[in-house]
């Protein structure tokens, strides 16, 4: 199956990048659906982040309080990285899950990997390509800030807990610049996919 690997810096808009991709026919799973399904209550990964964050890390009914758990883990690099080791593992298990599904129905097109952390969990080597979608700082800033409800401080926290996008961008086969127009980035991931989907027929005949 040939692989896509779709990731960005924060607010950078791989939504939006993920959703022409889907538009064009293509088949996109998304790690932060499977990792917000993992953590529900009676999962092994919620259980495991009730243990190490206690009991404040809950809502009253019992779920996660996302917002008090994002806040405990961009302030703290540690607990950032515990978060991910509890979880990491088990979103890998699910993708491969989906994908085998996918193969075994008969899908040929390019399967798209939306992974905000492809490349912090070292995942860049699994994919045949790496799509980055980038924005200039001011704009990723700004659409933090709104999307979230944050703080200009507080969004800088969040975007400096990542690794750099100059830094993802030398893992990247291409990148998506999404600073400009709708019609602009459509335009550019239309021409990345058809050049995918020809790849991926290439390694299939």
């Known amino acids: ?13 791989k939504s939006t990048v993920s959703s022409i991709l889907r ?11 499977i990792a917000r399904e993992i953590v529900e209550p009676g999962q092994p990964a919620y259980h495991d982040i009730v243990n190490h ?15 008090y758990l994002a806040q405990q ?9 515990l978060l991910n080791r509890l979880t990491h593992p088990r979103v890998i298990e699910r993708i491969e899950a ?27 080597d699994t994919v ?3 799509w980055l979608v980038t924005t200039d700082p001011e704009t990723q800033l700004q659409r933090l800030m709104q999307r979230d409800n944050l703080t200009e401080a507080a969004a ?10 100059a830094e993802k961008a030398r893992f990247a086969h ?3 610049d999404n600073s400009g127009s709708l019609s602009d980035t459509q335009q550019r991931v239309c021409k990345l996919w058809k050049l995918a989907v020809s790849q991926a027929e290439l390694s299939h005949s």
């Open 1 to 13: 199956m040939y692989r896509i690997g779709l990731t960005g810096g924060i607010a950078t808009g």
């Open 23 to 33: 538009n064009l026919g293509a088949c996109v799973i998304d790690a932060d659906r």
């Open 53 to 67: 964050f206690g009991p404040a890390v809950l809502l009253a009914n019992g779920k996660l309080n996302r917002p």
């Open 73 to 81: 883990v961009f302030s703290d690099p540690q607990a950032l990285e």
């Open 98 to 124: 989906l994908i085998e599904q996918l193969a075994a129905g008969g899908y040929r097109l390019p399967i798209v990997l939306d992974i905000p952390l492809l490349i912090e969990a070292g995942m860049a």
């Open 128 to 130: 045949d390509q790496v």
């Open 156 to 165: 800088k926290l969040r975007i400096d807990a990542q690794m750099s996008l």
């Open 174 to 176: 291409h990148l998506i």
